[in-house]
């Protein structure tokens, strides 16, 4: 990933932070800043986003805080909470009002909501500001494990089929349309499905980081990290069949120096967005059912890793998992068609049974 978008990522970050920091309370900014070393831009981000949210639910909705601005909270008026009053704000961001918007969150917005809220009052306890942590005790949401959506062989074959096709639409004009961009979707797709990417790992490569000698790819992770991924000759075919199509775009816009793998019609690097409306696209028609995104795109890279090689420390690392634990969750549970073939295991009678028990389930040494 080239090391400018990195940090033109993380200067549009910081930017929205600093807007959201002086609307906050100035203990708000040492809170951030005091998390700076352990916490990535976005994560810092969301924490003020919700902080904020909180704060303007206080002042709404509590006494303490009537006729206050956010940023005249001190930390004096939070050591009035009690547990109550943030168990309150948690049921109320079920179903709330933002800009002529409403919004909702379930166990997972809200077991972030209260992450910020506990991460900023364990640094008030710790530096003295509060006389106690009121938010200790409130225990976390339970969060139920997601189903894994993931596409199986025949789907992935269908939606390959569907980019490289020339009419798969009912529209001939979209048709028309996708026909100009059919290499790149292809390349995209591809790419996802040979090498587990993340969206934004992928929309960050530059041509200078694809090596055709080796068939690898220097990709900057989560964090700032930069890897070597590699991927397969059936990949490495379809990105030399689009790069052509690529040049000859930007060689025809005058833009001799753009450095992007991906492009857009615009001939710059193409969108996060774009790239999940492409994939959004022509899933739907593969597996109208399933809503794929690039992330189900990964986790079927990631489970088609782990069934060939069983090996769930060497799918961790090509996925730049920091925690196998993360791996063990999502790609070493049992698939359908493991847990068919198990099922076929079971026999209710086996009448080799030396005590001819009915009763007794039966499985097979083989």
């Known amino acids: 990933m080239s090391e400018k978008y990195y940090d033109d990522k993380n200067k549009e970050l910081f930017t929205k932070l600093k807007h959201i920091s002086t609307l906050l309370p ?42 206050c601005q956010v940023s005249e909270i001190s930390a ?32 997972r917005g809200k077991a972030r909501k209260l992450s910020a809220i506990k991460s900023l009052f364990k640094y008030l306890y710790k530096n003295s500001l509060l006389s106690s942590d009121v938010s200790s005790m ?40 996708n026909l100009n961009t059919q290499e790149r979707d292809l390349a995209i ?12 790992e992928l929309v960050g490569l530059d041509l200078d980081d694809i090596n055709f000698l080796d068939n690898s790819l220097m990709v900057t992770r989560k964090g700032g990290n930069r890897s070597i991924q590699y991927f397969t000759t059936e ?72 069934r060939s090689t069983q090996d769930i420390y060497a799918v961790a690392e090509i996925l730049g998992h920091r925690d196998v634990n993360t791996t063990k969750k999502h790609y070493a549970a049992m698939s359908e068609s493991i847990k068919r073939e198990a099922s076929k295991k079971i026999k209710l009678r086996n009448h080799d049974n030396p005590n001819n028990d009915p009763t007794t389930l039966y499985v097979p040494t083989d």
């Open 189 to 200: 797709i591809s790419l996802f499905l040979g090498t587990g990417l993340r969206v934004s």
């Open 235 to 306: 990949v490495k075919e379809i990105l030399e069949e689009y790069l052509p199509t690529r040049s000859h775009l930007l060689d025809k816009a005058g833009k001799h120096d753009e450095k992007a793998l991906f492009i857009s019609l615009q001939n710059s690097r193409i969108s996060v967005r774009a790239v999940q409306n492409i994939v959004k696209k022509f899933a739907k028609l593969a597996s109208p059912l399933k809503n794929i995104s690039p992330h189900k795109l990964r986790s079927t890279f990631g489970t088609t890793l782990y």
């Open 76 to 107: 004096s008026d939070l050591d009035k909470l009690k547990a109550i009053d943030i168990e309150r704000y948690l049921s109320y961001t079920s179903f709330y009002t933002h800009n002529d918007k409403i919004l909702k969150n379930k166990e």
């Open 138 to 177: 409130i225990s976390a949401p339970r969060i139920h494990d997601k189903p894994i959506v993931r596409l199986e062989n025949n789907e992935v074959n269908k939606l390959l089929d569907n980019v490289e096709s020339n009419s798969k639409f009912n529209s001939k004009r979209q048709d028309a349309y």
């Open 26 to 67: 100035s203990f708000c900014s040492d809170f951030l800043i005091g998390i700076e070393m352990r916490t990535c831009e976005l994560t810092r981000l969301n924490y003020a986003r919700d902080i904020l949210l909180f704060f303007t639910y206080l002042i709404e909705n509590c006494n303490i805080f009537q006729n």
